[in-house]
């Protein structure tokens, strides 16, 4: 029991979401947990702080904190607290989700990949983006495209939570995952191949993208492939084929995208067409959170 107590260790994460929607809180848990998760953390809670502009109408904080509980129902996450504050300090309603855990297991760096390795994309790029950008924009968006489309979009709003994806990776030996947040696919990339110290080698036309993230992002000129994605995740893997199938069988989209290399260079393929990942650029999300119509 005692070598048991020692090889534990409590691990956690926070994420902090801000937009007009009160959906807001459900984004910042997905990160929270996913982060978690991919360090084989178990027991999770949550603790949760909601900050209001004192300008908001006040009915606006029974409804982000309303869903911010559904939320954690429906992941089997216990709720610690949950603290709500009105601020002059806020420019725009500010959910941040703390996550605690315990793992008995140590994720295994960046730096222990090896050129050759496989890189494996989970999920669709910048589809968390594309929800956000729905719920922020929404009175816009009805007026551009059809119910049917919209109430498609709804359907991938489970897509943000990643614990089966997760799941399955780990148990297949992966211990080297990142989730594609902050900056998009293309920053992730380069930080992970910065981290790693090895080149990328990535096939552009292998990147899973939904029609409607490409839509909604024609829509407010955006690149999908710097907007948020959460519940996405990159996957080193020795074979990356085999891990892909093992998800697929198991009804989530992935796809090797490319290849760690000898090198320093971080080369996205588009058909005939090199390019190289530049440093992270800001969320493309950045762009419509907190902005009106005009300001686009």
């Known amino acids: ?45 949550a603790q949760v702080r909601i900050l209001i502009p004192e300008a908001h109408r006040s009915s606006r904080l029974p409804a982000v904190q309303k869903e911010m509980e559904k939320a954690c ?24 989700v703390t996550c605690t855990g315990i793992t008995e297991r140590t994720v295994q760096p960046a730096d222990a990949a090896e050129p050759g390795g496989e890189i494996v ?21 009805k007026e551009r495209f059809a119910p049917a489309f919209l109430k498609q979009i709804e359907a991938f709003r489970d897509n943000i939570f990643a614990g089966k994806a997760i799941r399955i990776a780990r148990g297949s030996g992966i211990r080297i995952l990142r989730q594609i947040t902050e900056g998009g696919i293309f920053a992730v990339l380069w930080q992970l191949s910065k981290e790693a110290g090895t080149g990328i080698d990535i096939d552009m036309k292998k990147i899973s993208v939904r029609q409607e993230t490409i839509e909604v992002c024609e829509n407010y ?32 989209e ?43």
């Open 1 to 45: 029991m005692s070598t048991d107590i020692q090889t534990m260790r409590a691990v956690s994460a926070t994420s902090c979401i801000g937009g007009q929607s009160k959906e807001i809180g459900a984004y910042a848990l997905a990160e929270a947990l996913n982060e978690l998760a991919a360090e084989g953390a178990e027991s999770l809670k």
């Open 121 to 141: 994309l989970t999920g669709w790029i910048g589809l968390a983006g594309m929800l956000r950008i729905a719920e922020e924009r929404e009175a816009e968006l």
């Open 221 to 252: 000129r955006l690149n999908p492939y710097q907007l948020t994605s959460t519940g996405s995740f990159l996957m080193l893997a020795a074979d990356g084929k085999e891990l892909a199938g093992e998800l697929r069988r198991n009804g989530i």
């Open 254 to 296: 992935a796809a090797v995208i490319g290849r760690t290399t000898d090198n320093n260079d971080k080369v996205i393929r588009n058909g005939e067409e090199i390019r190289y990942i530049d440093r992270p650029a800001p969320d493309e999300i950045n762009k419509i959170i907190g902005h009106t119509k005009s300001g686009n």
């Open 73 to 96: 129902r429906e992941q089997g996450v216990p709720l610690l607290s949950i603290h709500q504050y009105k601020t002059p300090a806020a420019s725009l309603p500010l959910v941040a």
